[in-house]
């Protein structure tokens, strides 16, 4: 359709400067302002006709450009830069090599059977001596076709080797695991760059289940810490009896050893200032006085 709008407008142009030359023609058949106004209307349809064909094309930065004769794919790609087509026989498609960016939201099950829903994002390129062959095979839709089943297969397939806690604690493993089967499923027209999981989100029964199993965990812990300090703590007042008691044996050791009741009798004549009580009680004893002896 649009080959047959431009061979019309073409047609059309041509018959329109056919019309001023033979206008001009008419008017001054033999005066130099004839010639001088063919060459202007020469030149005015030219320009047009320049204008209208655009036998020149210019691929933008970080683009490859597709070549189609009359519709069919070419193997020839042209790199950036302005490039000559063929007007009306070639059409030229561009297509971005550049690194593009995909967020996505994909819904999955893990090994334990629990809903996941992850957030996703894909840093990706295409492969640009592979433009045509996209383009020709795909399309330029080839997003929707082609990496969103492959990021929502790939994402099922590694979620369901993990539990749901190990999604949580070995979110790299999951990661690489993602990337890993990525890049196998888009390698034959994209380079997979970068990988990521923004987020994981579980049912709200399973986060319930979490938060109590938490502080269950909480709790036991406690216990255990508090049985310890109670162990610790008997342990220690056990080991300081046991201390006590041997400090009072080897004393009573040594006492015996050195004398008995003269050893006590020594310690306490070390410990008298030299003054003598200055009231007896009766049947009291002098200190340090033994009548018996």
Request: no cysteine; hydrophobic share 45%.
């Amino acid at each position: 359709m649009r080959f047959l709008i431009e061979v019309s407008l073409l047609l059309l142009i041509l018959l329109s400067a056919y019309k001023v030359f033979v206008l001009i023609k008419d008017n001054k058949k033999n005066g130099k302002e004839t010639k001088i106004g063919l060459w202007i209307a020469g030149l005015i349809a030219g320009l047009i006709l320049l204008l209208f064909l655009n036998p020149f094309v210019l691929v933008s930065t970080g683009h490859r450009g597709v070549v189609m004769n009359f519709g069919a794919v070419q193997d020839k790609i042209l790199e950036e830069g302005i490039h000559f087509r063929i007007p009306i026989v070639q059409k030229i498609k561009q297509m971005d090599i550049q690194t593009q960016k995909l967020d996505i939201e994909t819904l999955a099950y893990s090994k334990d059977i629990q809903t996941v829903e992850s957030k996703i994002i894909l840093n990706y390129s295409l492969k640009s001596e592979l433009v045509n062959k996209l383009y020709q095979e795909v399309g330029k839709d080839y997003e929707m076709r082609l990496i969103d089943p492959a990021i929502q297969e790939s994402v099922k397939s590694a979620t369901a080797k993990f539990t749901a806690q190990q999604l949580i604690e070995d979110r790299a493993k999951v990661r690489d695991e993602i990337k890993a089967q990525l890049r196998e499923r888009l390698q034959t027209y994209f380079i997979v760059q970068e990988f990521s999981i923004t987020d994981f989100a579980f049912s709200n029964e399973y986060e319930r289940a979490v938060e109590q199993k938490q502080v269950a965990q909480q709790s036991a812990l406690k216990a255990e810490n508090d049985l310890i300090r109670v162990k610790t703590e008997a342990e220690q007042r056990i080991a300081q009896a046991e201390a006590e008691a041997q400090a009072i044996k080897i004393q009573a050791e040594a006492i015996t050893q050195q004398g008995g009741e003269d050893y006590v009798n020594l310690k306490a004549v070390e410990k008298w200032n030299g003054v003598l009580p200055s009231q007896m009680i009766p049947n009291a004893t002098m200190p340090f006085i033994n009548l018996t002896n």
